[in-house]
């Protein structure tokens, strides 16, 4: 896998009725090294959907570039939405199968939705999921593709606590298994300290990189709730620029 | 229940029928046997099976097309706006004008009743079927882009299940809305078929024969809703909880 280079210069909405144009990126850049798990943190409404929709070549109306590797092109994508967006008239494994490549076999689905608990339910339309399950249909949906990088926007909003640990957990095992690049938006400083090998805070719109630093916290320590919490402590004591944030 | 209330129809008939006792309005046992003569004889299934052979023709080609230009239409602003003026326009012609029109421009020949069916219940499935593709998920559509779906896969997996019921309404009010225009159609231009056959029975003020053809009418439509539909709708929302 190759790295991804993400320059841009900006990205503006245009002018609606009595809403003038709005700036919503300047100048970001952002380094992302193969198999790293990078928590993008930010105010919300500052623009994190919008630059994983630029990555995902879904918005094409910006003024930059992204490479991958040496190449100029849009990296192979998982994307792991803010809402599951299955399609409700396929089954579990059929929401699956439906994203494979041609060239991929749908046996690959199976060691997925074991890993992710999730066996049982293949065969259940998404309806009858709750929606702890199918964010997991979600993430295994993401990995299936086996894409040069996966985007992630607030995947675990609006779940319980316990249901949330539960499938960040799972979300962990699985990346463990199979690193991937992952690009994961968050406003949760807790989450990203659990989650991510480096973080980077953006400022509101136009969204910048304000400061981008490496959490030095060993993975086997994550679950320990004080270390994370330690660890941010010492964040807002050491950069008061990223205080507003939190 | 549907059972009692059939035969309360029946009795209201029949106190009616013995109350005015006269040829405008025979019995229910008289249309029963009218209804037996005319199946034995071959003559109702022979013009039902020509009228449900026209009926079945022409719905196919408006559907098609209508869900084909609907689409188009409403994933297109720009032709939307266009088409939008024509559309208005055939929605509003007379059914009557069309089935002349295309009587005197093409003759009175079957591909020129066929087409002035089509013509009449073409505009009503593209604006049932633009309406639906408007309100189609983005959500959706997106997903389906992100994780690179052929446009074949997304009109299959993405699109057509969210705009099963719009085609359904139009299936079901285009059947009904045929049925009344092809019997016009024959009436007017055509030697065979139930509308040919009525017209028939209106220049000999055979009332028997009327209702005895509109019965086996009624049994067809209850008989696709029932065989056809029905289990369609089951089948494509089994999804739903």
Known sequence: MSDIQINIHSKTYPAIGQAGHHAAIADLKLSLKSGEFICLVGPSGCGKTTLLNIIANLDKDYEGEIRVGQHQSHPKIGYIFQNPRLLPW????????????????PDVIDPLLEVMQLTQSQHVYPERLSLGMSRRVSIIR???VDPEILLMDEPFVSLDAPTARQVRELLLKLWQERPHTVLFVTHDLREAIALADRLIFLSAAPMTVISEITVPVPRAERNDEKAI???RQQLINDYPEIKQLL | MPALSLLVFLA??????????????????????????ACVTGQLPFHLGVTLLRLVVSFSIAMLLGCAIGIVLGRNKKLDAFFDNWLVIFLNVPALVTIILCYVWFGLIESAAILAVVINKLPNVIVTIR????????????????????RRKTLVHVIWPQLH??????TRSGLALIWKIILV??????????????????QLFDVSSILAYTIAFVAVIQMIELLILKPLDKKSLRWRR
Request: charged share 15%.
């Open chain 1, 90 to 105: 396929r089954t579990v494994r059929e929401n699956i199968e439906l994203v494979l490549g041609s060239d991929q076999s």
């Open chain 1, 142 to 144: 993401a990995f299936a």
């Open chain 1, 229 to 231: 919490e330690a660890f």
């Open chain 2, 12 to 37: 209201v008939w029949q106190g009616l029928a013995v109350y005015l006792n006269n040829n405008t309005l025979p019995a229910p046992e008289t249309v029963a046997k009218v209804f037996w003569q």
């Open chain 2, 131 to 150: 309406e639906g593709t408007r309100t189609l998920d983005q959500d959706l559509l997106d997903m389906a882009r992100c994780f690179n779906f052929s």
């Open chain 2, 165 to 170: 019921p719009f085609v359904m309404g139009a």
């Open chain 2, 185 to 202: 159609v024959e009436l007017l231009g055509r030697s065979n078929g139930m509308g040919y056959q009525l017209h028939l029975f209106f």
